[in-house]
């Protein structure tokens, strides 16, 4: 368990469990570094710049973005998408790990899982900002009215997504929090604040690690986690659904749902990479999160953007198959060669091509190099929903109706702003709540399978 | 006294019974009362304190955070007896603006004139409109740009001050027997020109001069060379076979369009037919008329007169009159000039030239083409544009001069719009006495000693004679909103008459209009029948005016001296860069600049709005290394302007074009410094303003972004707007819609199809009909409040139209064939639109309707992206309080023009056309009100109302036997992306050119 002789020892060091809680625990109990803080303050800047940008959209309305009647959706529902696929990483990483039994998980998992709250988090305030009034959204719910037959059109994709987003984000966040109640307990045990005390001790509904807490918390993490696998599937699926179910060429695909969910788990665990990489810098864990961990999530990432590749050519396939003149216009002279051909070459060299340097070994040692590889899936991610919204809308069948699209600054700010929260959430976090899991870790320690 | 009692307790006079202090201390807080006076300290608890910050904190915020808006409503204290709320007033009037006419129907809502409708009892509109007469009730409350009252040397004063000065004035110079100009625009107002006959009975010394901005005096003064009559015949299009046009813009903006348009479309329309007009344009830029010829000819303007002299010649061969041997002509014009030939009788040849000589040589040819009095009718003349530049040239060098003392102007503009402006303007300080009518600030008011504001159109008495025989009277629809006053009542008071304008007109009419019928005769009360008559009707118009078509002698002699003077001037202008200018369809002359509507019409063909242009042809512009929105310095030997390159498809080369009627300086606060003025380019020649000169080009390095609606203009061969060509349609009338019948055959779907209960509306749109002339898209503005977003918003890609007019072109780019297609929602019966909203704001109605519901829909736009047409428009700001966007919405007086069955959006709704909905409820309502079966013929969406081509067709496509479903079943018929099975219920009819030589 602790170690083999293929993949070598899942945590190194040979450490005790209480060098173990030690270790995990430091950055709560020291003061954060001046770099902390100086990010700290970035992002709240970021923050601030989203604030404004949130203040001009709702003060003045959607006409300070650069939507036109053609484009009338852009920049906002591009990050929506994204940052969704980014929340995906944690609970697939926990889940199908966790069901597939990869022990390995464990060091990374409570961080990742974060990251997808926050995402999630990140995610929902373009859709909620996007709308024209926001004041009449609460529309959008079926909740009992006066109203007579005027209720909700359950044939729309977009009502899907309220009730598929709303789902994923509370199972998900469930799930983070339940798998950190046990550490909770910890952190409450260990700290000499009494303030403290009695925060932690509330935040883990007085755990007291008896067999019968152990034995109920394990069936409760099984429970959530096998319903939030599913979530994993259905919430991209149906985001994937707002655009296969319209009648735009390039948006009008069947391949959509599984195309979409692979390219959310692309990006997540490409952003994973990005973030364990810089904890495990910054926090001086390689110990635990060690080499071969990122090792793993790289191969991960071989298979994955092999998909996306096969997903990629597969659109460019059924539009040439098809013969459609609008399907040949927008893959093949919209995005392959035309004005935005920048964008899709970004996405198919950062998304389908990069990805397969990790077939070598040597590349996957090189931190540096799959940094800068995770970075550019990432960006490469981002730029298949620029492709997959923009080209479509931009040229679609009437040529009168073409416009060009161009963000303003409050678009921007918003994205920014959405980037300062993520950021912060993850800085307070290593600041309050153990970033790996600390009974996990410790379960699969030498100590223990000693 | 007698005592009530309520309780047993009480009956018994139990003393204090009902007292506090005998209540139950338990009980005893619910009957505290509130202090009402928290000053006596002793008196307030914790709980009234509390009670009070309470109140007094959620009433601040109340007071605070609600900011109501105040709506000054004010009832009927007696309701007038014709004004039912929620039922609209029609009234007959006519539109009449100098040199504009269109026979109009008001529509009023509670005593607001809210929407313009064309009157189709008119024998010379029929029916239509144009985008200008559309959007002429917006000038009504233009409150920025009317003259709220008279002024004395720009200070207000009163009417009574205004006629003490002026009468004594005006005598004074009268004594003196110095010298009264009347400066007006045409006057087609036979009682008007009456009143300008008292006024010069009083004041011998008058002369009245008919000054037109845009003049067609070259016409007028040819005609009177040649038949001695000084007259703009009437051109009948629907007679002509072959129609040849020399830059006569004449679906535009050309002397009538809307009658012309009207008139022309009858022989384009194939209902039925198998034949139809040939029409072939000879320009310099691509007009509206141009982008409907089935032939067209870029030329330069200053090849005009040599295609003229070559087309004579030529028929003077055919005819054997001529043994001249004739200057080798292009193979084009021989061949027009056999099949001109050809059809002696049946054809039509104009110029737009404002020469003499070019307009003699054009009688000319009409005349050895046997026109006369079949195609071209002398005996009706149109009496819209009747100045003669000659006399105001010679009024401004009087004026230089000294030698006028008073000048009284009338609707004109000369300091913005006579070539010569400077010149006028120093005139106008020579004078004793300067007298403005216009009812609203233009570049002339400000420098006039007074300013008598005549009021707008729609509140005056009038009468007119557009074409002779055919009487139209102007009735008020609204008190004058302003201290205003008609100006021939102004002149009638200063002349000494004490008469009411309206009593004046009905004299007239008595003694003069009403002899001419005999319908009403009787002798008490017979013209008041008449009058009424008249009045309901809005139009009299002589049964046969045309009886009495005599043979007017054509004087020969002046063509050859005609043709001599134009060969003689040629000179070698290939390397010359040649400008013509022309006039736009939105704001006309410069009139309409501050009409926010009309500055946001897209040009039909350069698709561009709030801005004039120099278009430039592409190849041009490739050597000069100018692209789209390049500004350039346009110079000529007096003026020099900076404006940006448009690239102009069928611009002829070497040749520019400017749109004339921009850059007012003192328009009101839309129009002020919109593009740049450009009459001062216009040059005098022989007493006869030329539209056009040499010009030179130099490149700058500025950039100026144009407010463009469409910038892509090839249909990439997709099939959206489907031709074919005359021949083709003959022998096989599916031609070119072979698309269609294989859609319809291979139509299968594992859904339903659509069921439609009682009606089904759809619309069918012939697009041989329609010219482009966008009158639909202000009519649809007009009807459905659409806000005006102002020049940034557009660039942006926003403007609001619910109804707009693709233009694409196709060929080569130096002479293409261009399309145009009006779009509006689609109504599809299977709408990708409707199942993606989430709150369903967007549903189908069992009549086949597609509904918007403004109040549901929460702004998500997912509909807007799923339109495949992009049919549907969003409300990205607040339009009706955005203070910058300057929309007419922003204003109270402009908010009168609202209709009021139509909601106006607010910010974050998406919105698109419902085809009038409102008129069909309307229509509905009042067939169940009276018992019977609705006739689809009742409603006619705003666009079909407006439309001077009548290509729009509304109706019940369940009827089998409506004229729509006919329409549906021609062979021409499709549907717009009929491929991806939105069942559209719009209807397109395909269009047919005749092109018997193919494309030339």
Redesign the interface.
């Known amino acids: 368990m602790y170690n083999t002789a293929i993949r070598g020892p899942l945590i190194k060091g040979d450490k005790t469990i209480h060098q173990i809680t030690e270790e995990i625990c430091q950055p709560i109990d020291r003061r954060p570094g001046y770099w902390w803080y100086f990010v700290f303050l970035l992002c709240l800047g970021a923050l601030i710049y989203g604030g404004w940008a949130v203040y001009i959209t709702v003060h003045?309305?959607?006409?300070t973005w650069?939507?036109?009647?053609?484009v009338?959706?852009g920049w906002c529902i591009i990050n929506f998408v994204w940052w969704i696929g980014i929340g995906h990483a944690g609970t697939a990483f926990s889940i199908f790990l966790l069901v597939l039994e990869q022990k390995w998980r464990t060091s990374i998992n409570r961080a990742a899982e974060l990251m997808t709250v926050v995402a999630v988090i990140c995610a929902v305030h373009f859709?909620i900002l996007?709308?024209?009034?926001?004041w009449?959204?609460f529309?959008?719910l079926p909740y009992p009215n006066t109203r007579g037959p005027?209720?909700?059109?359950f044939?729309?994709?977009?009502?899907w997504d309220?009730l598929a987003i709303c789902t994923y984000f509370m199972a998900s966040s469930l799930f983070w929090y339940v798998g950190m109640i046990p550490d909770l307990a910890t952190i409450r045990d260990r700290t000499t604040s009494k303030i403290k005390r009695a925060i932690y001790g509330f935040l883990c509904f007085g755990w007291i690690g008896s067999s019968r807490d152990w034995f109920r918390y394990e069936k409760l993490s099984w429970i959530i986690g096998g319903l939030t696998a599913a979530l994993v599937v259905s919430v991209h699926s149906i985001v994937a659904m707002?655009f296969a179910?319209?009648?735009?060429p390039g948006w009008h695909t069947t391949i959509f749902p599984p195309y979409f969910v692979v390219g959310a788990i692309l990006s997540g665990f490409a952003m994973v990479l990005t973030l364990m990489i810089i904890i495990r810098k910054v926090y001086k864990l390689n110990d635990y999160i060690t080499d071969s961990h990122l090792n793993a999530i790289c191969k991960i990432l071989v298979f994955i953007s092999l998909i996306m590749g096969t997903a990629y050519s597969t659109e460019l396939f059924m539009a040439w198959y098809s013969n459609n003149?609008?399907e040949m216009?927008t893959f093949f002279h919209n995005r392959v060669t035309g004005e935005y051909n920048t964008a899709f070459w970004i996405m198919l060299i950062s998304n389908a091509i990069l990805p397969q340097l990790f077939w070598f070994k040597k590349i996957r040692k090189k931190l540096a190099i799959v940094f800068i590889i995770s970075l550019c899936i990432n960006i490469g991610m981002w730029f298949e929903r620029y492709v997959i919204v923009i080209t479509s809308?931009t040229k679609?069948?009437?040529?009168?109706?073409?416009?060009d699209y161009r963000p303003t600054t409050v678009e921007v700010g918003l994205f920014t702003g959405t980037f300062g929260f993520f950021v912060l959430c993850i800085l307070l976090f290593f600041k309050y709540l153990p970033m790996i899991s600390l009974y996990e870790v410790k379960g699969v320690s030498k100590y223990k399978s000693n | 006294m007698k005592k009530y009692w309520r309780s047993i307790e009480e009956k018994d006079d139990q003393p204090g019974s009902n007292d506090d202090e005998k209540m139950d201390e338990s009980k005893k807080e619910f009957f505290e009362e509130m202090s009402n006076d928290l000053s006596s300290g002793t008196s307030v608890t914790r709980r009234d304190f509390l009670k009070v910050w309470g109140y007094s904190i959620t009433a601040a915020t109340l007071v605070a955070s609600c900011e109501s808006r105040v709506n000054k409503a004010i009832p009927f204290l007696i309701k007038p007896e014709e004004v039912i709320s929620g039922i609209a007033n029609y009234y007959a009037s006519s539109y009449v603006d100098g040199n504009e006419y269109c026979s109009i129907l008001v529509k009023t809502r509670e005593g607001r004139p809210i929407k313009i409708e064309g009157n189709v009892k008119s024998g010379v509109t029929k029916g239509g409109t144009n985008a200008r007469v559309q959007a002429s009730i917006l000038s009504l409350y233009d409150e920025s740009e009317r003259i709220k009252g008279p002024l004395h040397n720009n200070n207000k004063t009163t009417w009574e001050n205004i006629d003490e000065n002026v009468t004594p004035l005006l005598q004074s110079i009268n004594a003196k027997n110095g010298k009264i100009v009347i400066l007006s625009s045409t006057i087609i107002s036979p009682s008007t020109k009456n009143v300008y006959k008292d006024f010069i009975k009083t004041y011998p010394n008058t002369r009245i001069i008919y000054y037109d901005a845009i003049s067609a005096s070259g016409i007028l003064m040819a005609n009177k060379n040649s038949f001695d009559q000084m007259v703009i015949p009437a051109y009948r299009f629907e007679r002509a076979d072959i129609i040849v046009s020399f830059g006569a813009d004449f679906l535009g903006t050309w002397l009538s369009p809307i009658e012309f348009t009207r008139l022309y479309v009858q022989n384009r329309k194939l209902d039925g037919k198998k034949n139809m007009s040939r029409h072939i344009q000879f320009e310099t830029g691509l007009s509206l008329t141009g982008s409907n010829a089935d032939e067209r000819f870029p030329i330069k303007p200053s090849e005009e007169e040599i295609m003229l002299v070559n087309l004579y010649n030529e028929l003077l061969q055919i005819s054997g009159n001529s043994t001249d041997i004739v200057s080798s002509s292009p193979n084009n014009i021989k061949r027009l000039a056999n099949d001109l030939w050809s059809i002696r009788g049946k054809s039509l040849v104009l110029s737009g030239s404002n020469d003499v000589n070019i307009q003699i040589l054009v009688n000319a040819i009409n005349v050895l083409l046997e026109n006369y009095g079949k195609t071209i009718d002398l005996s009706t003349p149109l009496y819209i544009k009747q100045g003669i530049d000659r006399e105001m040239e010679d009024l401004v060098r009087d004026m230089e001069e000294n030698k006028i003392d008073a000048l009284i102007i009338n609707n004109v503009n000369p300091a913005y719009d006579y070539p010569e402006s400077d010149k006028f303007v120093n005139g106008l300080a020579n004078l004793i006495l300067s007298i403005s009518f216009s009812g609203t600030i233009d570049e002339t008011t400000s420098l006039v000693n007074y300013v008598c504001p005549d009021n707008h159109y729609l509140e005056s008495w009038n009468d007119v004679e557009p074409r002779k025989g055919f009487f139209s009277l102007v009735q008020p629809t609204i008190n004058p909103l302003f201290d205003t006053r008609a100006s021939q009542e102004s002149l009638l008071k200063w002349a000494g008459k004490d008469i009411g304008f309206f009593d004046y007109i009905q004299q007239h009419w008595e003694n003069n209009i009403y002899p001419l019928q005999d319908e009403f005769t009787s002798k008490e009360s017979g013209f008041k029948f008449f009058w009424i008559k008249s009045l309901q009707n809005g139009v009299f118009e002589i049964n046969s005016p045309a009886a009495a078509e005599i043979h007017h002698k054509f004087n020969a002699s002046v063509v050859q001296p005609a043709i001599n003077e134009l060969v003689s001037q040629k000179t070698d202008n290939a390397d010359k860069i040649e400008l013509q200018l022309v006039e736009n369809i939105g704001v006309g002359n410069g009139k309409h600049a501050n009409n926010p509507w009309l500055q946001e019409l897209p040009d039909p063909i350069s698709k561009v709005c709030w801005d004039n242009y120099v278009s430039v042809s592409p190849r041009h512009a490739a050597e000069l290394g100018v692209e789209n929105g390049d500004v350039v310095i346009v110079s000529s030997t007096l003026e020099q302007i900076e404006l940006p390159v448009l690239l102009q498809p069928g611009q002829a080369y070497k040749t520019i074009s400017i749109p004339l009627g921009y850059g007012r300086k003192n328009a009101g606060k839309v129009g002020n410094n919109i593009g740049k003025n450009a009459f001062r380019f216009c040059k005098i020649k022989d007493g006869n303003i030329q539209y056009k000169n040499d010009i030179k080009l130099i490149k700058t390095n500025k950039k100026h972004l144009l407010a463009l609606t469409q910038t892509y203009n090839s249909m990439l061969g997709r099939p959206i707007v489907r031709e074919t060509t005359l021949d083709q349609y003959i022998r096989n009338p599916s031609s070119g819609n072979e698309m269609h019948e294989k859609q319809q055959k291979g139509s299968v779907s594992l859904y339903k199809s659509p069921v439609h209960i009682g009606n089904h509306w759809g619309l069918s749109i012939d697009l041989n009909a329609c010219t482009g002339c966008s009158a639909c898209s202000i009519a649809c503005q007009a009807e459905n409040n659409i806000p005006v977003i102002g020049k940034e918003e557009v660039r942006k890609r926003r403007i609001m139209h619910w109804m707009r007019i693709d233009r694409y072109y196709s060929d080569s780019v130096d002479n293409p064939q261009v399309y145009h297609i009006p779009i509006m929602c689609q109504h599809c019966a299977n709408a990708p639109c409707e199942n993606v909203c989430p709150v369903a704001a967007t549903m189908h109605s069992h009549d086949g309707l597609n509904h918007q519901s403004y109040n549901r829909c929460i702004g998500t736009r997912y509909c807007m992206s799923n339109c495949p047409y992009k049919v549907r428009r969003f409300n990205w700001y607040a339009y009706t309080e955005a203070e910058k966007m300057d929309s007419y919405l922003n204003s109270d007086y402009g908010r009168m023009v609202l209709n009021p069955d139509v909601i106006v959006r607010s910010r974050g709704v998406a919105e698109k056309c419902s085809l009038c909905i409102q008129r069909i409820q309307e229509s509905e309502t009042k067939a169940k009100l009276e018992n019977r079966l609705l006739n689809e013929d009742e409603i006619q969406p705003a666009c079909m109302q407006s439309c001077p081509a009548n290509a729009i067709l509304f109706g019940n496509l369940k009827n089998e036997n409506s004229n729509i479903a006919k329409k549906f079943k021609d062979e021409r018929n499709y549907h717009l992306l009929e491929e991806i099975h939105v069942l559209p219920s719009v209807g397109y009819l395909l269009k047919v050119r005749n092109q018997p030589y193919g494309r030339t």
């Open positions: 003045e309305g959607i006409g650069g939507l036109n009647n053609s009338t959706w859709p996007h709308i024209g009034r926001l009449d959204g529309f959008i005027l209720w909700l059109n044939n729309s994709p977009l009502f309220v707002d179910t319209s009648v735009l003149e609008y216009f809308l679609d069948y009437f040529p009168s109706n073409w416009a």
